[in-house]
């Protein structure tokens, strides 16, 4: 079957061991072949309109995002229903947000249903209460998790029907980043959308 959705990712490989037993029963994108990752941006544009500008456009901008390290600190939920793991810094997150909803406005985070941006590893959702903080707890002991963020995935699947495989991988800039104490803000192209 032909994938229907795209999804821009940030793979955490590191995060696997902690969290990939129990993402196998508790996130339903684990079974849909998707890694322990930060979402950037979902939905994003559907595969059919995935062409040769689109792919430029997105190089460029990710591009434009220095690489940097983050260090998954802290257990966090939305509700009693999702637990994940809180990356640290969270701002580089946010800014490839940012930066490629600006070059695709039609796609906001999550389809416009949240009103923030919350970068998140998730751990499981949408199970009893006790499993979640069970996975929670065994979880935490592994923390912090540190990982060196480098590149940023397009996959292409069908939820619950196909895998999910890569399109392409962007590689993220060298320049280093802004010295300490230097405010960076990231510019919303509209109302801030997205945190599931």
Known sequence: MEPIQTAIIVPIPEAEKAVGPFRASLDRAAGWGVPAHVTVLYPFLPPQQIDEQVLAVLRETIAGIPRFDVA????????????????????????????V?????????????????????TIGHD???AT?????????????????????????????????????????????????????????????SGSG
Do not use: M
């Open 72 to 99: 998954l600190t802290d257990v966090g939920w939305f509700g009693d229903t999702v637990v994940w793991l809180a990356p640290q810094p969270a701002r580089p997150f946010l800014e490839l947000t940012s930066a």
């Open 101 to 121: 909803w600006q070059q695709f406005p039609e796609a906001p985070p999550y389809a416009g249903a949240h009103s923030d941006v919350v970068p998140h590893l």
């Open 127 to 129: 199970a009893a209460k």
């Open 132 to 192: 979640l903080s069970h996975a929670a707890e065994t979880v935490s002991t592994y923390l912090p998790i540190n990982a060196a963020i480098d590149r940023v995935r397009l996959i292409a699947g069908t939820p619950d029907i196909s895998p999910w495989r890569t399109v392409c991988e962007f590689p993220l800039g060298t320049t280093p980043p802004a010295p300490a104490g230097t405010e960076v803000t990231a510019s919303w192209p509209g109302p801030r």
